[in-house]
C-alpha cells in the first residue's frame, strides 16, 4: 500500500464513478477532487465519516 503525505502526486489508477462510469486518475487532471476511503462498509465508523463528509461538503467546495 502507498502512503500519501500532502502534495504528493497520486499513482495511476481507475475505478467507478458513482454512475459506474470508469474515470481514471488523468480524467482528475485540473479539476478539484476528493478521493474517499473508509475502513469498510456498513460500518458505524464509515457512515460517520460519510456523513461527516456530507455535512461539510459547503466547506471544501
Known amino acids: 500500500m502507498v502512503l500519501l503525505k500532502v502534495g504528493d502526486k497520486i499513482p495511476d489508477f481507475s475505478c467507478f464513478d458513482d ?8 480524467d482528475l487532471i485540473g479539476k478539484k477532487t ?10 458505524p465508523g464509515c ?4 456523513c461527516n463528509l456530507s ?7
Open 19 to 26: 454512475k459506474e462510469n470508469l474515470i481514471t486518475n488523468k
Open 34 to 43: 476528493i478521493i474517499f476511503f473508509y475502513p469498510r462498509a456498513n460500518t
Open 47 to 50: 457512515t460517520a465519516q460519510a
Open 55 to 61: 455535512e461539510n461538503f459547503s466547506e471544501l467546495s
